[in-house]
C-alpha cells in the first residue's frame, strides 16, 4: 500500500499545481484592466522650411533686388522674388518678413550680388 500512495502522490502534485495555476491565471486574465489615461497627440504643424542660402542680386540702376532663396523641407526646391528697395538693411527686414524668419537669421544666410 505504501508503493500506492508513493506512486500517487507525485501525480497528485502535478495536478494540483496545474489546477492552481489555472485558476490564478483566469483570475488574472478577467480583471479589468485599470484605465490608462488616453495618449493626446498635439497636431504638428507642415515639415518646417529650412532655409539654406539666401543670394541677392541688387540692381541699383533701376533700384530693384533679385531674390533668391534655396530652401529644404523634403526636396530641395528654389524661390526667387524681387523686392523694390536696394538697402542693405531694409532688404533684410524685406526678406525676413517675406519668409518669415527673424532679420539675424536673414543676416547669417544673405550674400550680395551688387550690378
Known amino acids: 500500500m505504501r508503493f500506492r500512495l508513493d506512486w500517487l502522490a507525485l501525480p497528485l502534485l502535478g495536478l494540483l499545481f496545474w489546477a492552481g495555476s489555472s485558476l490564478i491565471g483566469q483570475q488574472l486574465l478577467n480583471r479589468p484592466n485599470p484605465t490608462a489615461p488616453a495618449l493626446q497627440v498635439e497636431p504638428q504643424p507642415s515639415p518646417t522650411e529650412q532655409v539654406l542660402s539666401i543670394k541677392v542680386a541688387i540692381d541699383r540702376d ?54
Open 62 to 115: 533701376r533700384g530693384v533686388s533679385q531674390v533668391s532663396v534655396r530652401a529644404v523641407t523634403r526636396v530641395i526646391k528654389q524661390q526667387t522674388f524681387e523686392i523694390s528697395v536696394t538697402d542693405a538693411r531694409q532688404l533684410e527686414a524685406a526678406i525676413a518678413q517675406q519668409l518669415k524668419l527673424s532679420p539675424q537669421q536673414v543676416k547669417a544666410l544673405i550674400r550680395y550680388q551688387v550690378k
